[in-house]
């Protein structure tokens, strides 16, 4: 009996070793497994070929760009904003001035690496060798960028704002929503997302805020155009029609190129007109002078404005601006709009 026992303890001896050895256990805790830093990212995004959308874009994103090349105001501010500043490899400024961004980030803007518009061409881009290129629409035509295939078949990553279609096309809808998903996309690239969130729950507060205190309050109908080659109408198609409405405004849709006539036949509460950064509040002369619209009540009234275009057009970290601005013109007894 006692040949037995201790036989049972040699056989428990050995399997309790063994099971040891092939766990790894020992007397040491097991440790839970390592993970590595990287995330993969998928972003959908848009395919670009000379200005127009060929279609969607899927890219993964292994890794954190590190040499980006962006283009356009918002888009670096939007950058500056989430805290990617040192992501920055170079920003390409657009005009000779300066430009109007948050005081924090123009002070960040001015320590960047920047270069001229006319160096946005593809032997100098390629020199640079980036990783990454934040561009709107306009910059992916023959004579600068190409196309983002071109670009993604190099490994360099692109990520275009969504609702930066040409002023003149009423292709596509273009909407808050899309702008808030192009900042979201950023953070995951960046793997800023906490940052990203909180721009797109000030965005979403700030138009729950002008909608609680404007509810009583008359809503006006709005009409949007801009001076270029010709007079092109920022109907409910656009982005900035998508924010009018989102805080109660009245927007309809027109053809994107229109004449005098078509303000005569809308004749709108309240009019912007949206300046480029030379003409800032003198565009809206064309407006306040011109014999056949003085009977418009919005001309009486003088309610026609000027809008930067930076609350107009590709927003992004601007969107709450830009609809503070709009709301401060469409209801002017509102207070206190955060």
């Known amino acids: 009996m006692d040949m037995v026992n201790d036989m049972l303890k040699f056989i428990s001896l050995i399997l309790l070793i063994t099971v040891s050895i092939i766990t790894g256990c020992s007397n040491e805790k097991s440790l839970p497994p390592k993970t590595t830093s990287n995330k993969h990212i998928?972003?959908?995004?848009?395919?670009?070929?000379?200005?127009?959308?060929?279609?969607?874009?899927?890219?993964?994103?292994?890794?954190?760009p590190h040499r980006v090349i962006v283009v356009g105001e918002n888009e670096t501010e939007t950058l500056l904003e989430l805290g990617a500043a040192p992501n920055i490899l170079i920003a390409v400024a657009q005009n000779n001035r300066e430009y109007a961004m948050k005081e924090k980030n123009w002070q960040l803007f001015k320590n960047l690496p920047t270069c001229k518009s006319s160096y946005l061409n593809m032997e100098y881009i390629t020199q640079l060798k980036p990783d990454l290129i934040i561009a709107q629409q306009c910059v992916f035509i023959r004579s600068r960028l190409k196309n983002t295939e071109y670009w993604n078949s190099k490994g360099v990553g692109t990520l275009i704002p969504l609702n930066t279609n040409s002023p003149s096309s009423h292709f596509y809808q273009e909407t808050v929503e899309k702008e808030m998903q192009f900042i979201q996309d950023l953070g995951q690239v960046f793997h800023l997302e906490d940052n990203a969130t909180k721009i797109i729950n000030d965005t979403y507060t700030t138009i729950n805020n002008i909608n609680e205190k404007n509810?009583?309050?008359?809503?006006?109908?709005?009409?949007?155009?801009?001076?270029?080659?010709?007079?092109?109408?920022?109907?409910?198609?656009?982005?900035?029609?998508?924010?009018?409405?989102?805080?109660?405004?009245?927007?309809?849709?027109?053809?994107?190129?229109?004449?005098?006539?078509?303000?005569?036949?809308?004749?709108?509460?309240?009019?912007?007109?949206?300046?480029?950064?030379?003409?800032?509040?003198?565009?809206?002369?064309?407006?306040?002078?011109?014999?056949?619209l003085q009977n418009l009540p919005c001309v009486k009234k003088r309610q026609v404005y000027s809008i930067p275009l930076r609350f107009t057009y590709g927003t992004s970290c601007r969107t709450k601006d830009g609809l503070k601005f709009l709301a401060d013109k469409m209801y002017p007894d509102l207070h206190n709009i955060n």
Request: proline share 3%.
């Open 42 to 64: 998928l972003i959908e995004n848009l395919n670009i070929d000379n200005y127009f959308v060929k279609g969607k874009n899927q890219q993964y994103f292994t890794k954190i």
């Open 215 to 292: 509810h009583l309050m008359y809503k006006p109908k709005v009409m949007v155009v801009e001076f270029l080659s010709s007079m092109i109408s920022y109907d409910k198609t656009k982005l900035i029609g998508n924010m009018i409405e989102k805080i109660g405004g009245r927007v309809s849709e027109t053809p994107s190129v229109i004449g005098f006539e078509n303000i005569i036949k809308e004749n709108p509460d309240i009019l912007f007109v949206v300046c480029s950064h030379a003409d800032y509040g003198v565009c809206i002369n064309k407006i306040l002078t011109n014999k056949a």
